[in-house]
């Protein structure tokens, strides 16, 4: 999906070059205005399908929210409205890095361009590692999309699994790659392996930096809903909970992967009593059909999203690359442009999925 | 674009992320939706406007973005309008009341 | 009209150049020099035989299904096979073939030529596009060798997630995805080199209706894919994680899937359809030799076919659930998409009225054409009635249709439009008479094959069936029947133009007397196209153009 920028706007057929061709202008291009407004026509045109794309799922949120408010209601409490805050603070960071990183391009800044850039770069891996808590909390609680829902149960113990610690192997192991690159660097004396390997590194440690700050938010959370949980337990409205919820549980048993749960049956897995904290007009939303509905639209929904963020952060990186190269000026900064442009658009997504997902009351 | 302006866009998204996390923690009924989704579209405008230059853009590259909306709304218009129409001769779960005895879920039923 | 006395010559080739000593074909050799090619021709080249093979591999799987029918039950395949080779035949069909055929096999090749520039604006996203088609062929052969992709090639839900064999489902959806971002980039490309990289006297409304029709394609290509990029992506994770979305047992909505794939693939019908009206205009025009009749009228219909052509998707859902308001509007509005078809078809037999006609292999078939689409449209209008869909749908009334207006419309066009430009792509003439009876034994037999399927769907023969009630034999056997003619046909088409590349004449720059640019190119054109801009005139002024016995083609005179 990437690929846009680079065929715009790096030289090829370097036998072909007429004489009047500098190196960034591509022989099929008549100047450099043709060249960067045919790249900018063609990002646009790739962000239109990107609006396209998501509406897909946009079109599945209103449908679902539209049929079952009360299933969104429910499980909105489960999204960390705290993080999603912040997410949405660190992306606008790195839009106002971007855009900066376009101006420093233009202005020749070399260096600012390169911190930018960075700073763009670091931003998204904190976003990132933000998410990756989110999501392993997730998983831990047993939140997951569609068949795969664990019905809630209050005061349930939700062991460690290391959910978290599979999803950080990865960016251990490029960040460690960068650690090693980033001293070969220093090793070599090289400016540009440098500006390169230390921008990289330095997102490594923004992904764990993200995934620590997650963490503590995170566990603020859960002690004070485990306080407020303590407190309704003996509350003497906590077992009338129980017989009313309970019946209505069993009225809807679940069908699917062929456990079948017989009227009357208190099951493991889906009849289960309800307190307070999971107190819902409906006892019925608390399940695979309902609850798990919610959560695969949340998934597909940000995990598409995070995949756009890994695609930037991989386009950023070749443009630090190209930049610590000191490949950009006025006459060509299409591709710092148009990755911007890129950005902004998955900045602009999370902008609507923010209040829709974390902020429903 | 001067850096005062970067800034400036900036902050207004800081303050209006503030104020949609804000108003969340009211009930506002049905009007909250509505409410958020105002906020994150002059969000999304200032992004779209400010941040990608779109103010200064050729006019095409405008027409094109925008114009994709419109086929985003037809997409979902129809879409939904035929959803909410057809949705009455459905059974499904969520309809099911606990009076209900014996009522089955999934079932269509036209 | 003072651009009529301006000659239009490149000097690139000069006029009526010979047959030229270096060209795109020679410029430089070995596999990866294709394999790599960033040049627009070759890749054009390059799709062209990737979609013709899958052509002939959809085509094995047809003629199997018309054998399987040929006795009223007991077929040579078992009902489960019968299910997973029509839904192959047709997911091949569709993705892999009639969807690149025309934009990205003779619009790549001739886009920028026609257009005078040098290659397309993204020549390295047009490499790019190929190896996503390729990446998609494999994954269809994958889910091909897996077995059990029974789904038709709509993949409805729920069935698409219950049936047996998830891996071919998977592996053929994931298919489908990098169809459509190949397909994506490709529009995406000609969009960006029509808008930006015109050279300077190509105006709007002096380029050539293959353009605009291309130009049209492109925009639906931009616009409805993404959707079906995320229609499979969400019936693949509904496969993997059981995510529910368009599962009823999970209480989501199958009606949803029909009209997410919908909105796509109305859209796509006319990706399909749209560059092969633009081929016709060009042939018209050509093989007339005579200026286009309405030409703002073709190149504005082209556009509205396209916008209109997001209107209307629910006509395939009538009988799916679709709330009984919707079903009427979208019936109300299938109607006004045929009227921009309509406009076309009146301006192509207004340009031959009073024209030369030269009765050749190409204006055959776009007369086959003509006459085939004609009647493919007109079939779509009592399906898009609301009352007599009710009836029709899912009988082989809307198999003939759909056929006539893919096969008999599109195929027929592209196969026109093959003949017309190959002695440009390869500098080799083919054997006109040979080529006039391969399109005669298409015609034939295609009617043969399809109109027959009217009758069996008006008289309730049901799309898909392994097996049908005797009475229907006859007609199925006369189908049958239709259907080798139809090979044999394109057998001999194909012998044709392989015959030509061995022992063809060589192609002179101008063999049918056109006024579009490429026709200025030296046959085979050069590796550059044009060293410098060419000059650019009214692509349908054939004044001075006048056939050249030395030459073997024609040549403008001043
Ligand atoms: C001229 C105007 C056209 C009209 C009014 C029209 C109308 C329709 C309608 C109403 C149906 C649904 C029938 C049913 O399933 O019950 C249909 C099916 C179909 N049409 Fe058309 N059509 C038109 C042109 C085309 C063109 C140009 C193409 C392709 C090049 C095309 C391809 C198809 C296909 C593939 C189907 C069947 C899809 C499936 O169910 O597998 N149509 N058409
Ligand atoms: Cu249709």
């Known amino acids: 999906m990437t690929a846009i920028q680079e065929t715009a706007h790096e030289s090829e057929h370097a036998q072909d070059h007429h004489h009047d061709h500098p190196a960034w202008l591509a022989h099929h291009f008549d100047d450099a205005e043709q060249q960067f407004d045919a790249g900018k026509l063609g990002m646009w045109l790739f962000l239109v399908t990107e609006v396209l794309f998501f509406s897909g799922m946009f079109c599945a949120y209103s449908l679902y929210r539209n049929r079952d408010p009360q299933v969104f209601e429910f499980c909105s409490r489960f999204l960390n409205e705290k993080l999603g805050a912040i997410n949405t603070g660190v992306l606008l960071f790195s839009s106002l890095t971007m855009a900066w990183a376009v101006r420093a391009a233009q202005l020749k800044q070399h260096k600012l361009l390169v911190g930018m850039l960075g700073a763009t770069l670091g931003c998204a891996a904190m976003f990132l590692g933000v998410k990756a808590v989110e999501y392993s909390h997730k998983w831990e609680l047993g939140l997951f999309p569609g068949k795969f829902y664990v019905s809630q149960i209050p005061g349930a113990a939700h062991g460690e699994h290391g959910y978290l610690g599979s999803l950080c192997i990865v960016p251990l192991i490029l960040t460690i790659i960068a650690g090693v690159y980033y001293i070969y660097s220093l090793a070599t004396m090289s400016k540009f392996h440098q500006q390169v390997a230390g921008p990289i590194l330095v997102a490594g440690a923004c992904f764990f930096g993200g995934v620590q700050l997650g963490r503590i938010l995170e566990a603020e959370e859960t002690t004070h809903h485990a306080a407020e949980h303590a407190a309704h337990e003996h509350s003497p409205g906590a077992s009338h909970d129980h017989s009313q919820d309970h019946s209505a549980g069993e009225l809807l048993p679940e069908k699917e992967g062929g456990e079948v749960i017989a009227l009357g049956h208190k099951s493991i897995e889906d009849v289960k009593v309800m307190s307070e904290e999971l107190k819902t007009p409906d006892a019925s939303v608390n399940q695979k059909s309902m609850a798990g509905l919610f959560f695969s639209i949340y998934y597909c929904m940000t995990g598409v999203h995070a995949v756009h963020i890994i695609g930037g952060m991989l386009v950023i990186t070749w443009l630090i690359v190209k930049a610590a190269r000191e490949e950009f000026h006025d006459q060509y900064f299409g591709p710092v442009d148009n990755v911007g442009l890129y950005w902004h658009l998955v900045d602009f997504i999370w902008i609507y999925l923010f209040p829709l997902l974390y902020l429903i009351t | 674009m001067p850096i005062w302006m970067l800034l400036a866009v900036f902050f207004a998204l800081l303050i209006l992320t503030g104020l949609t996390v804000y108003q969340s923690q009211f009930d506002l009924g049905n009007a909250e939706i509505w409410l958020s989704l105002t906020i994150a579209t002059v969000k999304a405008a200032l992004v779209i406007l400010f941040f990608m230059h779109l103010l200064w853009d050729k006019p095409l590259n405008a027409i094109v973005i925008l114009g994709s909306l419109i086929f985003v709304a037809l997409f979902l218009g129809f879409t939904l309008m035929d959803a909410e129409g057809y949705r009455e001769n459905l059974i499904y779960k969520s309809t099911v009341k606990a009076s209900q005895p014996g009522a089955k879920g999934d079932e269509i039923d036209n | ?558």
């Not at chain 3, 035949?89 to 619009?107: N, Q």
């Open chain 3, 1 to 558: 009209m003072s651009v009529a006395d301006r000659p239009i010559v490149s000097p690139a080739s000069g006029e009526g150049a010979a047959y030229p000593e270096h060209h795109f074909l020679n410029h430089t050799s070995g596999f990866l020099s294709w394999a790599l090619t960033l040049d627009h021709k070759r890749i054009g080249l390059m799709y062209l035989v990737g979609v013709m093979s899958s052509f002939a591999l959809g085509g094995m799987f047809a003629l199997m299904i018309r054998l399987h029918l040929w006795n009223f039950k007991d077929g040579w395949l078992s009902n489960q096979t019968y299910n997973q080779v029509f839904t192959l035949h047709g997911a091949i069909m569709v993705f892999l073939f009639i969807i690149p055929s025309i934009p990205a096999a003779l619009g790549n090749f001739l886009l920028p030529i026609m257009l005078g520039t040098k290659d397309v604006a993204f020549p390295r996203l047009n490499l790019g596009s190929f190896y996503l088609w390729v990446t998609g062929l494999v994954l269809f052969l994958t889910a091909l060798s897996i077995t059990g992709l029974d789904t038709g090639w709509t993949f409805y839900t729920p069935y698409s997630i219950e049936t047996q064999k998830g891996g071919a489902v998977l592996a053929a959806t994931f298919g489908v995805f990098v169809l459509g971002f190949s397909s994506i980039f490709t529009g995406l490309n000609f969009i960006v080199t029509i808008n930006t990289m015109r050279p300077p006297g190509m105006t709007w409304f002096r380029m050539p209706l293959f353009l605009w029709a291309t130009y049209a394609t492109s925009i639906i290509q931009v616009l409805a894919t993404p959707v079906l990029g995320i229609t499979v992506l969400l019936l693949s994770a509904e496969r993997l994680l059981g995510i529910g979305i368009f599962d009823p047992k999970l209480n989501g909505d199958p009606v949803t899937f029909q009209h997410f794939f919908w909105f796509y693939s109305h859209p796509a019908v006319y990706i399909m359809i749209l560059p092969a009206m633009g081929i016709i205009s060009e042939l018209m025009s050509v093989h007339c030799h005579k200026g286009i009749f309405g030409y703002r009228m073709i190149a504005y219909s082209s556009v509205a076919i396209a916008l209109f052509g997001f209107l209307v998707w629910g006509h395939h859902m009538f009988t799916s659930g679709m709330a009984d308001v919707t079903t009427i509007v979208f019936s109300a509005l299938t109607f006004t998409v045929s009227i921009p078809s309509a406009i076309k078809v009146f301006n192509w037999l207004g340009t031959m009225y009073q024209g030369t006609v030269s009765l050749n292999t190409p204006m055959l078939y776009a007369l086959a054409f003509i006459f085939l689409f004609t009647i493919g449209g007109l079939t779509g209008l009592p399906l898009g009635a609301l009352a007599l869909d009710m009836h029709m749908h899912d009988t082989y009334f809307v198999v003939a249709h759909f056929h006539y207006v893919m096969m008999g419309g599109t195929l027929v066009a592209f196969l026109g439009g093959l003949f017309h430009w190959w002695p440009k792509m390869t500098g080799k003439m083919f054997n006109d008479n040979v080529g006039m009876i391969s399109a005669a034994i298409v015609f034939v037999g295609f009617n043969l094959t399809f109109l027959p399927q009217f009758v069996l769907g008006t008289r309730g023969m049901p799309r898909r069936y392994a097996t049908y009630l005797e009475e229907f034999q006859d007609l199925h056997r006369l189908s049958t029947i239709g259907s080798l003619t139809l090979g044999i046909g394109l057998l001999v088409a194909l012998l044709v133009l392989l015959h030509s590349l061995f022992y063809g004449r060589r192609a002179p720059t101008n063999p049918w007397g056109g006024a579009t640019l490429e026709w200025v190119c030296s046959s085979p054109p050069p590796h550059d196209n044009f060293a410098t801009a060419p000059t650019v005139g009214d692509p349908y002024d054939f004044n001075g153009i006048e056939y050249d016995a030395k030459q073997g083609g024609y040549v403008k005179k001043a």
